[in-house]
């Protein structure tokens, strides 16, 4: 039976690659993003069954909004990933309590608003999976990240607790946590409108390319099988997983290891600048 969808940051990156594995495995897909335009484009590119939203998840009523029309509309909500997100990095001295509220906003009480609106119409249902994008940021502490950091491990809890108790409503919890992904993130100098840190000033491409990249629409398909087997949690590519076991074995080796490579990274920029 086909489903409903609804992808928040779906007019980009990892959002946009699952909008279009739904949709061609026969689900109807409703493509949030707060850039309207982009959402416009993927739901035309989609075709009959999706359907873009312009929403902003920092905005609690707007999300809510955006679930109830849904449920008006097909009778129902079956899945709801919350995938909406942003970067900010660099060293904590020359970060300003801005970067971390806009991070909080978006990358955790983004979640936090689609679980708030979603979880509820699924546990009256009785049925339906809600998919939260965390990152390898969020099993693993590289330094240099922290507001990063911070609130990825804070979507790993929260959907892992939530898994849990909802249980008993039938209602499946799914967290993501991708290794580098080729997708718009790597390019980004942090939010426009915020002073730019020294690491965040070219992007993360080039220190992501020394590691590998997996494409979006890989992950999708890993997203999806992890759907369908209920997991609750998708890690991936392979070298994700190991860096993750490493990091389970030596937490605090695999945040040194990690430190001393972004430090590196630093006297580069520094140099070449």
Known sequence: ????????????????????????????????????????????????RATAAKVDVRDAAGVQALVDDTVAQHGRLDIMVNNAGIAVGGPALELTLAHWDRIIDINLRGV?????????????QR???????????????????????AVKHAVVGLSMSLREEAKAHDVNVTVVCPFWVDTPILDSTGPDDLPKSALMSGGAR???????????????????????KKKAMVVAPRRGRIAWRLARLSPVGVSTL???ATRREMRKRAAAG
């Open 127 to 149: 049925a339906g999976h809600i998919v939260n994008t965390a990152s390898m940021a969020g099993l693993t502490a590289p330094a240099y990240m922290a507001p990063y950091v």
């Open 206 to 228: 080039e220190a992501a390319q020394k590691m590998g990249i997996y494409s979006p629409q890989e992950l999708a398909q890993d997203i999806l099988a992890g759907i369908d």
């Open 1 to 48: 039976m086909a489903r409903v969808a609804i992808v928040t940051g779906g007019g980009s990156g990892i959002g946009e690659a699952l909008c279009r594995a739904l949709a061609a495995r026969g689900d109807t897909v409703i493509v949030a993003d707060i850039d309207g335009a982009s959402a416009e484009r993927v739901a035309s590119d989609i075709g009959s």
């Open 258 to 260: 990690m430190g001393a």
């Open 112 to 124: 936090i608003h689609g679980v708030q609106a979603a979880y509820p119409v699924m546990a009256k």
